[in-house]
């Protein structure tokens, strides 16, 4: 008699589809030469490519993953690559002509940043904290001869963003996370010069050289929303070119710097656009529906990278009057036809303000469906449609996903992103709790039948939620949350400490405030289950949030699990951990939040 052979359980090889998805993002296209470097995490964790007109292939062989990169007009590669996670950046430059890589800077303690290089594309500017752990200076970094500096010492962050010729660099300092200005460094007189000096709060972002005088950039100076500016040094005087009511966040000058390229965030969804440097006619170029993440204009054309339902993490170009897809990560047999494009709708919170947010509605059973409310970090983020395994897994088991861009998130605008600043925070927590009641008077759900759940700051509020709402939640995913802010401020990396004190207060001078709205104070409250998920080497957000939630829950005879990821940081860089991880909290959320 035949054993009959086992049955791979039809939902399980579904989900592992899902996760093992692999990405393509990042690009850059070079001016000179017809080529496209990009990141793909093929490999099983992000390390840079080279497309070249044919084919994609891995530049160099790597055992770390790779985030930041800048590309020289010499084709010289600069990459930031870390350590399980740490985020202690190092430099590593790469010569693809002559093969050959050289570490510059960075010994697993600091955090080195690469930046721009100059015309000729032999010096590149890049910044670290090397002196003091928090600020970060400029150095220089040149081909063949090494690395000089600190050549300025800096407060705060820094990043070199452009040249304007062999004697002058741009570079960005954040003030805050909401505010930076454009500062211009002289060689000879060693003396920085802030540009975009300025009242009130502004972004300034992303300069472009246009010509020997004038630099465009992005801005919201005066304005609600990120807008397209020139600025002139010669005269120290700058201007709008073009604006809308809507945030742009991305720009690109054709090699020639003739035309512009220009992304948009409407509602979350990316808009793409082309227009002469002086907007006389603009052309949008059709797109699939999602998130363009990264836009290059080179040699090659315009290069893009989008993530979205239908598509997944991958690199396009503009060329021609066409667009071509350039990468096609594997997808393990999805359908990526069946996706769900998330619908943004508005809804009414607590004290009657309209709240933006984005659904997802599962194509099979009948409302009332299971929930699952899933909450997005920074808190100065947006939730969007990208490519997002999580939604997209969860819904096609049937569950309804409501994810509300709360008072707080970022593309609604200056005044709405700071609605929820230092003792506003409750009010914005509320919208979490709103969403829900809205999605019940519709008939869509049902309380206790509704997971929440949220990374880093998503995991705080996730917390919070369970405890200013106990009775909404069938369970709850904490994901590299902070479980009492006042721990949190003071144990942060200290290069991040003071961009978090505007946002949520100060650790000894707000102590009572801050304590107040910590889920720590409120934990006796909590009642459903709940999975606590936390990398062992996290800087942003230390293990000992999860320890000491851990603990006290456990104290209280709670229902909690926690896992602790002992080779990563504040993500998932890997895709095995991936794998692992979103299983287990898949699964968490089916066992406590069950398909009828």
Same mark, same amino acid.
């Not at 910590?518 to 062992?536: N, R």
């Not at 896992?563 to 909290?585: F, M, P």
């Given at each position: 008699e035949f054993l009959k052979p086992l049955k791979y359980e039809e939902q399980i090889l579904e989900i592992r589809r899902f996760l093992s998805v692999r990405s393509s993002v990042n690009p850059i296209a070079s001016k000179e030469e017809e080529y496209i470097i990009y990141l793909s995490d093929i490999t099983g964790f992000p390390v840079p490519w080279i497309y070249d007109g044919e084919k994609g292939d891995?530049?160099?062989?790597?055992?770390?993953?790779?985030?930041?990169?800048?590309?020289?007009?010499?084709?010289l590669l600069a990459t930031a690559s870390d350590d399980k996670g740490n985020e202690r950046w190092k430099i590593y430059v790469y010569d693809i002509k002559n093969r050959r890589l050289t570490h510059i800077a960075g010994d697993n303690t600091d955090i080195n940043n690469p930046g721009a290089w100059n015309s000729n594309g032999i010096v590149m500017g890049f910044t670290s904290n090397n002196r003091n752990g928090i600020d970060f200076d400029l150095y220089l970094y040149t081909y063949e001869k090494g690395v000089e500096g600190p050549i300025?010492?800096?407060?705060?962050?820094?990043?070199?963003?452009?040249?304007?010729?062999?004697?002058?660099?741009?570079?960005?300092?954040?003030?805050?996370?909401?505010?930076?200005d454009l500062q211009l460094y002289h060689m000879k007189e060693k003396k920085l010069v802030n540009l975009t000096k300025h009242e009130g709060e502004a972004l300034n972002l992303?300069? +472009?050289?246009?010509?020997?005088? %004038?630099? !465009? *950039?992005?801005? =919201?100076? /005066?304005? @609600?929303?990120?807008?397209?500016?020139?600025?002139? +040094?010669?005269?120290?005087?700058? %201007?709008? !070119? *073009?604006?809308? =009511?809507? /945030?742009? @966040?991305?720009?690109?000058?054709?090699?020639?710097?003739?035309?512009?390229?220009?992304?948009?965030?409407?509602?979350?969804?990316?808009?793409?656009?082309?227009?002469?440097?002086?907007?006389?006619?603009?052309?949008?170029?059709?797109?699939?529906?999602?998130?363009?993440?990264?836009?290059?204009?080179?040699?090659?054309?315009?290069?893009?990278?989008?993530?979205?339902?239908?598509?997944?993490?991958?690199?396009?170009i503009y060329r021609e009057g066409k667009v071509k897809q350039l990468t096609h990560s594997p997808k393990y047999g999805l359908d990526m036809k069946s996706m769900i494009i998330p619908e943004h709708i508005w809804y009414e919170s607590y004290d009657g303000m309209k709240i933006p947010a984005l659904i997802w509605k599962p194509t099979k059973g009948k409302p009332p469906y299971p929930a699952v409310v899933i909450i997005h970090g920074g808190p100065e983020s947006q939730m969007r449609p990208r490519f997002q395994t999580l939604p997209q897994i969860l819904v096609k088991l049937g569950y309804l996903i409501l994810s509300p861009n709360f008072r707080g998130s970022r593309g609604y605008g200056k005044t709405f992103i700071h609605l929820d600043d230092r003792e506003k925070r409750l009010s914005s927590l509320k919208d979490i709790g709103a969403i829900v009641d809205w999605a019940v008077k519709e008939g869509l759900t049902e309380y206790k039948r509704v997971a929440v759940t949220g990374v880093s700051y998503g995991g705080y509020a996730t917390l919070m939620s369970l405890a200013l709402y106990p009775d909404y939640w069938s369970c709850g995913v904490e994901r590299v949350g902070m479980s009492s802010l006042v721990t949190f401020l003071r144990n942060?990396?200290?290069?991040?400490?003071?961009?978090?004190?505007?946002?949520?207060?100060?650790?000894?001078?707000?102590?009572?405030?801050?304590?107040?709205?910590?889920?720590?104070?409120?934990?006796?409250?909590?009642?459903?289950?709940?999975?606590?998920?936390?990398?062992?080497?996290?800087?942003?957000?230390?293990?000992?949030?999860?320890?000491?939630?851990?603990?006290?829950?456990?104290?209280?005879?709670?229902?909690?699990?926690?896992?602790?990821?002992?080779?990563?940081?504040?993500?998932?860089?890997?895709?095995?951990?991936?794998?692992?991880?979103?299983?287990?909290?898949?699964?968490?959320?089916?066992?406590?939040?069950?398909?009828?």
């Open positions: 891995i530049l160099f062989p790597i055992d770390n993953r790779v985030g930041e990169m800048t590309l020289s007009s010499r084709g300025m010492e800096m407060e705060g962050r820094n990043r070199v963003e452009e040249w304007m010729d062999d004697q002058h660099l741009i570079i960005r300092h954040d003030n805050t996370n909401l505010d930076s992303s300069p +472009i050289k246009l010509d020997d005088e %004038k630099f !465009i *950039y992005i801005s =919201n100076q /005066d304005r @609600e929303y990120l807008g397209i500016a020139v600025y002139n +040094i010669s005269k120290r005087k700058w %201007k709008y !070119i *073009y604006v809308v =009511n809507h /945030d742009i @966040e991305a720009i690109s000058l054709s090699p020639d710097k003739k035309k512009i390229a220009f992304t948009v965030n409407v509602d979350g969804f990316s808009k793409l656009y082309i227009a002469p440097i002086d907007f006389s006619e603009i052309s949008e170029i059709k797109v699939p529906a999602g998130v363009i993440m990264k836009i290059s204009w080179g040699r090659m054309g315009l290069a893009f990278s989008i993530s979205g339902p239908k598509i997944g993490n991958e690199i396009l942060t990396g200290p290069w991040r400490r003071k961009y978090r004190i505007p946002e949520y207060g100060h650790p000894e001078k707000d102590y009572e405030m801050l304590l107040k709205i910590s889920p720590i104070t409120h934990v006796e409250k909590i009642k459903a289950p709940l999975l606590i998920i936390h990398g062992h080497h996290d800087p942003r957000v230390p293990v000992t949030e999860a320890e000491q939630l851990v603990e006290k829950l456990e104290s209280l005879g709670r229902e909690v699990k926690f896992i602790r990821i002992i080779d990563e940081g504040h993500g998932l860089a890997k895709i095995r951990n991936r794998v692992n991880i979103e299983s287990e909290v898949i699964s968490f959320i089916m066992k406590h939040t069950p398909l009828e």
